[in-house]
C-alpha cells in the first residue's frame, strides 16, 4: 500500500505567509507533483519551474531546451517517495523564473491513506495566491498597495489589469479540490502532455 505524504508548501518572501496544506501519494512523480502545486497554490502554469531536494535540481526536459547538457534530472522519472523518505523533510519549488516565486515544502507526516478520501486533496490554507506576471514578492506589495488604495496613483490601472477585484485573504478548499479532481479525471498533464518523457 503507498503511502501518503502531508505537506505544507510556503511562498517564501510575503507576510502574512500564503500556504496551503495538502496530501499526495507518495508514489506521485515530481512532475505531477509540480501540476498538484500549481492547483494548489493558484498558479496557472504559463512558466518554467524546478524542484531542489538536497543538493538535486529535478526540472521537465522541454522540448527546446538541451535538457541532456542540464546537471537537472528528469523529474518525469522520479517518485516522490524515492527522494524524500522522512518526515520532517523540507525541499524547495521555483515557480517562474523571470517573477522568482520561491516556495519551501515541508513533509508533515507519512501515513497510511484514509478511508474514503480522494488524493490528491487540499487540506487548509490562507491567503490568495498573487496575480501571475506582478512582479514577484516586492512586485506583489507594490500592486497590493496599488489595489487597496483607492488614492493610488495606479488603482484604476490596476484594478483593470486584474478584471476589476483581487481579494488577498481569499481561500476556498472545496473550490481546489474540485480542481485536483478534475485534474486526476482528466490526466494529470494538463499544459504540456506533449513533451516526451
Request: charged share 30%; proline share 5%.
Amino acid at each position: 500500500m503507498t503511502n501518503i505524504y502531508k505537506l505544507k508548501i510556503k511562498l517564501l518572501h510575503i507576510e502574512p505567509a500564503i500556504w496551503r496544506r495538502f496530501a499526495v501519494s507518495g508514489d506521485i512523480k515530481l512532475d505531477a507533483l509540480h501540476e498538484v502545486i500549481q492547483v494548489v497554490m493558484g498558479w496557472l502554469g504559463g512558466h518554467l519551474h524546478e524542484f531542489q531536494i538536497g543538493n538535486q535540481l529535478y526540472e521537465r526536459p522541454e522540448l527546446d531546451s538541451d535538457f541532456e547538457d542540464s546537471e537537472a534530472a528528469n523529474e518525469r522519472e522520479v517518485k516522490l517517495s524515492d527522494v524524500v523518505k522522512k518526515t520532517g523533510t523540507s525541499f524547495a519549488y521555483a515557480y517562474d523564473f523571470g517573477d522568482d516565486w520561491q516556495h519551501e515544502l515541508l513533509v508533515e507526516s507519512i501515513s497510511s491513506p484514509e478511508k474514503g478520501v480522494k488524493y490528491p486533496v487540499c487540506l487548509e490554507g490562507e491567503r490568495s495566491c498573487p496575480p501571475e506576471d506582478c512582479g514577484g514578492p516586492w512586485g506583489y506589495i507594490d500592486f497590493l498597495e496599488a489595489i487597496l488604495n483607492p488614492h493610488h496613483e495606479e488603482h484604476a490601472n490596476m484594478l483593470e489589469w486584474i478584471g476589476d477585484s483581487f481579494d488577498p485573504e481569499k481561500f476556498d478548499s472545496g473550490l481546489i479540490n474540485e480542481e485536483l479532481q478534475d485534474l486526476v479525471k482528466h490526466g494529470i498533464r494538463r499544459w504540456d502532455s506533449d513533451l516526451p518523457s
